[in-house]
């Protein structure tokens, strides 16, 4: 049997009110709020999130085989942005890394290829949706990523939803572009394209329905997805699926994350779906895909570690509109009075890949020590060369002094600089992220995620911060 193996939703910890936005540009209020990447955040950034949460399981990344990232909004063009994960996730060398990237219509493809790979699979959608200050995107927008692992019985891992059938209708359709360097979307009035959209989804809707031998009745939970407001609307009233079938698009909670917005869902359907329930995803872009996915008697002790609703619940209190402004480089901000970070550097950087991208330790085979950079040579018995390799980024820690560095340089002034001391031993000092000043504080829990430290001269530097342990899941679900 075929299906889906594994999952994780990564939603950003700041939100952005609706209310704030009106009341700063003197627009209608909007009502509920909009998940917003870090400023140490970025699509790849958030795919290694997701993913190391859907591969969270003992022995599941051994069992890759490709990797395709998809978003809409990548960190790099003419270079691979998956490659980035796929170091971050320590894969196999011999896994093929890929991205799908330029349209939101990507992240229905990177599903559909890896529901047909005969290979285990890892997809990863990924978006952050920046529009022009009080328009549509900025304000309905949202930010976000999830990944799905496909595969088999055979591959060694319980099937957790068994893929039933699936259907793409294409159709080129003008209704929403970008030109390459542009900062934000155009699109025709949405009238133009929702009687089309409503067609296409009904044809692969049913097509997909005729291949599983079921009727509309039989969804158990229908997920309408698309940057389509109106289409994705009417596709939920007029499926002809019950009424109780159809899931809520989370979008007052965290709004729109495009590519990323049908896994988002999908993730949050698999958090509380049960055995045997049919789950039919329906996306919409430049046509509309149809996956139909039943529900097995694994996914109860399968679940994601970090529920979709947790993260929703868990985010922050809302951040002042200028500073989203400053974080998406709408609004200058005044720099410290410090030199320009310099940028990472292509011969180092690849040398140290492993502790870079993998935030992989060592520890000495002779005394036990565990030395955060590794090294050569033990700081306690001396001895050279005697090392093994540990991977450090689910193991948590507690903080043992910091610094609030108010001249450092930074998007997000103070730079909260803490030193860990790790559970099983070691101390590092890195940045805290997702945090104010009232969370560095000595004896706090935290756990490491992977993040973009500076871009300089046009080059990311992804590393690993700390941030606080607060999404509601034990400690364990991480280890």
Known sequence: MAGLIAYGAHVPYHRLARADVAAALGSAPGRGTRAVAGYDEDTTSMAVEAARTALARDGLRARIGQLFLATAAPAYLDKTNATAVHAALRLDEHVLAADMAGSVRSGLGALVTAARSPIPTLAVLSDLRTGLPGGGEEVLGGDGAAAFVFGGHRNGAPVIAELLAHDTVSDELLDRWRLPGAPASRVWEERFAEEIYVSLADKALTAALDQAGLDRGAVDHLVVSGLHARACATVRRSAGTRPEAVVPDLTDAIGNAGTAQPGLLLADVLDRAAPGEVIALVVLGDGAGVLLLRA??????????????????????????????SWRGLLDREPPRRPDPEPPYAPPAHRRTAWKYGFVAARCEKCGTRHLPPDRVCTSCHSVDAMADEPMEHVHGTVATFTVDRLAHTPSPPMLVVVVDYDGGGRFRCQLTD?????????????????????ASGIHNYFWKARPVRTGETEETQG
């Not at 945090?435 to 871009?455: K, P, Q, S």
């Open 296 to 325: 097995t008697d694994a996914l109860p002790a399968h679940r994601s570690g970090r529920p979709v609703a947790a993260q929703i619940a868990a985010g922050s209190a809302p951040m002042p509109y200028a500073t989203y402004l």
């Open 435 to 455: 945090a104010t000043e009232a969370d560095a504080v000595i004896g706090a829990r935290v756990e490491m995620t992977f993040r973009r430290t500076v871009t």
